[in-house]
């Protein structure tokens, strides 16, 4: 039962809690407010997209660079 034995050392060790925290509050500094959020040519695109939608937006921030 080594994944029990894993399990157990996760919860009892408070590095994964400080991990989730820092990933967090990183988050917010960034201006995240949920998931899933990309970032695509430095702007957060937050919810859950359609192939279609994500193809406009790439195509869009790929003429704002010129390519």
Not at 23 to 43: D, Q, S, V, Y
């Amino acid at each position: 039962m080594p994944d029990i034995a894993a399990f157990e050392n996760c919860v009892q060790n408070q590095q994964p809690a400080q991990i989730i925290t820092d990933g967090t509050n990183l988050a917010r500094e960034l201006g995240i407010t949920g998931i899933p959020t990309f970032m695509i040519n430095g702007k957060l695109v937050s919810g859950v997209l359609s192939e279609q939608q994500f193809e406009f937006i790439i195509k869009e921030a790929l003429a704002e660079t010129g390519r």
